[in-house]
């Protein structure tokens, strides 16, 4: 074994010289001959030897020289099949070659992009027409890995073009890292690179999450080493954090054993690693004002440092946690986090983008004229002003319509959507911000075409939006990939717009401690007499059929009254609770505000009363309902 080590390392030696065309023929020759005999040659003893071969095979892939690409094809084809043959799967031989893409991307003057896309290519045909291997699933893993390889390539060349366009650079860059989900050490380096785009653009949230989905990629093969107690089990500890860390499981066909087969051999596949990528994490949330995600963070840390009787750490760490929850308690209502808009792109000029839409988080408080201009300079610089065109409103585009040499894009201002039973666990404005994947956005509309008309005419449409990952997450914007809508019947707008007029009385009067200038404010927008036609006049456009005392109200007519009596006693808090907050000066227009008011439940009270026989009505037409009624989902 030792004369035919040494055999492989002159040959891998000679391989790595610039030879003739001849004498490269003979030299894959003599390798495939050697390997073919003596296998466990290189998947059982010489790792190394391994990743020397599969570098320099495919860096002969890329000659422009036919004869020396097709030689250089067939050999990693039968690496590939030989690997296979042992146990069903060539996982060693796809980490070595992904590997070595990396590093010969970029970096060999002589390495052709196309001519390797073409060696691609001859393998793919050679497993598509090897008989013998045809039942199995050996075609269908080369052709994953190939386009895995093409993937790969295609995007570490466009990261040159895209320097200036930092949401397309980072979906590049995760699209690299993804590719290397099968090679652990470079996925690791490429999300670390992530996390230092995301910084330098202060996007300090966005880099904490490189670090959490780093540190659960190192949890999960430091789980298959040994199982410790006070270690995170893998990929799914870091769930509580955020549920796209499980995307970091090892759960394909390709695990490979960490240290055995040349991966996870760093400082940063260990015990000592995973600490100081949980710390950069909890530093990043930290600066981001994420305090609580800074706590799940430390959940994970702690027991390691109690385990290693680091009490040193251990302080420093209870330290800053009470420090975070402090800062929690004292900005308490006062806390603002990223604004979320839907943008669409179209046009042909948009290449991959065309016809695609993104929800992009953007910096807090940012208004829609910020990202209309931002991106519209940006893509006018790239393409020419008078190609660019940014579509104002939110109703759907049809793209037929649209001028095939322009670019358009749709922006639209978005907010996180949640049913009614996820309110009842995200209580906090942080909760309803983090881990989020659904958005929505309200278009007007009416019947006759127009986007606004007459109460009694204007309808609604909900666009309910889903992203393929939760927000926050390694990128600031994140591909839409389903959506949903719901239409408002114009009463059902009127509903909800009285039920969002009492959610704000509420919140104004229960607002610990109290702030008259909010509480006036509302006070103003429900019953203030320049505003008081607005709740009147939905009222009398809609109730006014029930005032007769006969008339049967509608299932909506009936839920309209009785959001006017739950608004009315609202108001009626919010006065009693202005009175007490007032200064002598304000007496006046406490008064006014009280006269309006009592103007106001005197028009309002014969249209929400109603009689007895009109109430048994109601009641039978929802016991009716119960009984002819299927479950329906629940409705935002």
């Given at each position: 074994h030792n004369l035919l080590g040494t055999v492989l390392k002159v040959l891998l030696h000679a391989l790595s010289r610039n030879q003739s065309t001849l004498a490269l023929q003979n030299l894959f020759a003599s390798q495939r001959s050697l390997i073919f005999k003596y296998h466990n040659l290189l998947f059982?003893?010489?790792?190394?030897?391994?990743?020397?071969?599969?570098?320099?095979?495919?860096?002969?892939?890329?000659?422009?020289?036919?004869?020396?690409?097709?030689?250089?094809?067939?050999?990693?084809y039968l690496l590939m099949r030989q690997n296979f043959e042992i146990g069903n799967n060539f996982a060693r031989v796809k980490m070595q070659v992904t590997m070595s893409l990396s590093s010969l991307v970029g970096t060999s003057a002589s390495f052709s992009e196309q001519s390797l896309r073409r060696a691609l290519k001859t393998i793919l045909v050679y497993a598509e027409s090897d008989a013998d291997l045809?039942?199995?699933?050996?075609?269908?893993?080369?052709?994953d890995?190939?386009?895995?390889?093409?993937?790969?390539?295609?995007?570490?060349?466009?990261?040159?073009?895209?320097?200036?366009?930092?949401?397309?650079?980072?979906?590049?860059?995760?699209?690299?890292?993804?590719?290397?989900?099968?090679?652990?050490?470079?996925?690791?380096?490429?999300?670390?690179?992530?996390?230092?785009?995301?910084?330098?653009?202060?996007?300090?949230?966005e880099a904490a999450m490189c670090y959490v989905h780093s540190a659960a990629l190192v949890a999960e093969y430091l789980s298959m080493l040994e199982s410790q107690t006070h270690l995170p089990v893998g990929a799914v500890s870091f769930k509580h954090i955020s549920p796209n860390s499980l995307m970091e499981s090892a759960v394909s066909d390709d695990v490979l054993s960490p240290g055995?087969?040349?991966?996870?051999?760093?400082?940063?596949?260990?015990?000592?690693?995973?600490?100081?990528?949980?710390e950069e994490a909890s530093n990043s949330f930290q600066i981001a004002g994420m305090y609580e995600a800074m706590n799940d963070v430390y959940k994970v840390l702690i027991p390691i440092c109690e385990a290693n009787r680091d009490f040193r750490k251990l302080g420093q760490i209870h330290g800053k946690l009470q420090e975070a929850f402090n800062r929690i308690a004292q900005l308490h209502g006062k806390r603002v986090f990223g604004t979320y808009f839907r943008v669409g792109f179209y046009g042909s000029k948009f290449g991959d983008l065309d016809q695609q839409e993104f929800i992009y988080k953007e910096p807090t408080l940012t208004k829609l004229p910020e990202i209309f201009s931002r991106l519209q300079n940006f893509y006018a610089d790239r393409f020419g002003p008078d190609v660019v065109q940014i579509i104002k409103d939110s109703n759907a585009v049809d793209v037929k319509t649209l001028d095939p040499d322009k670019t358009y894009i749709q922006i639209t201002y978005v907010e996180p959507y949640f049913e009614t039973y996820e309110l009842r666990y995200r209580e906090t404005y942080f909760e309803r911000n983090f881990n989020i994947k659904r958005f929505i956005f309200a278009t007007p509309f009416t019947k006759s075409g127009k986007a606004h008309?007459?109460?009694?005419?204007?309808?609604?449409?909900?666009?309910?939006?889903?992203?393929?990952?939760?927000?926050?997450?390694?990128?600031?914007?994140?591909?839409?990939?389903?959506?949903?809508?719901?239409?408002?019947e114009p009463i059902e707008v009127a509903i909800e717009d009285i039920q969002k007029k009492t959610a704000e009385l509420a919140a104004a009067t229960t607002q610990e401690p109290a702030d008259p200038k909010i509480l006036q404010m509302v006070l103003q927008g429900c019953i203030g007499t320049t505003v008081n036609q607005g709740p009147m006049e939905m009222a009398l456009v809609f109730l006014s059929g029930i005032a007769d005392s006969t008339t049967i109200p509608t299932k909506q007519q009936n839920k309209l009254r009785l959001c006017f009596k739950d608004f009315s006693k609202k108001c009626s808090d919010a006065l009693k609770k202005?009175?007490?907050?007032?200064?002598?000066?304000?007496?006046?227009?406490?008064?006014?505000?009280?006269?309006?008011?009592?103007?106001?439940?005197?028009?309002?009270?014969?249209?929400?009363?109603?009689?007895?026989?009109?109430?048994?009505?109601?009641?039978?037409?929802?016991?009716?309902?119960?009984?002819?009624?299927?479950?329906?989902?629940l409705r935002w």
């Open positions: 059982d003893e010489e790792t190394d030897s391994c990743a020397d071969l599969c570098l320099l095979l495919l860096k002969h892939c890329g000659s422009q020289l036919p004869s020396v690409r097709s030689q250089a094809a067939a050999s990693l045809q039942d199995t699933s050996f075609p269908e893993q080369v052709q890995l190939l386009f895995n390889l093409h993937m790969i390539l295609s995007d570490t060349v466009k990261m040159k073009e895209y320097q200036e366009d930092p949401e397309m650079l980072l979906d590049l860059m995760n699209r690299i890292a993804k590719g290397y989900q099968n090679s652990p050490d470079l996925r690791l380096t490429w999300l670390e690179n992530m996390a230092k785009k995301h910084m330098e653009r202060a996007n300090h949230t055995e087969d040349g991966i996870c051999l760093g400082n940063r596949f260990t015990e000592g690693g995973l600490k100081a990528l949980l008309g007459e109460l009694h005419e204007q309808c609604k449409r909900k666009t309910i939006l889903t992203t393929a990952n939760h927000f926050p997450y390694v990128k600031t914007r994140i591909q839409v990939v389903s959506r949903e809508q719901i239409v408002l202005n009175r007490n907050l007032i200064l002598s000066d304000q007496k006046d227009y406490q008064k006014e505000l009280e006269r309006n008011y009592a103007r106001f439940t005197e028009r309002l009270a014969p249209l929400i009363t109603i009689s007895p026989s009109q109430a048994q009505g109601v009641v039978a037409a929802n016991n009716n309902g119960l009984h002819n009624s299927k479950l329906t989902p």
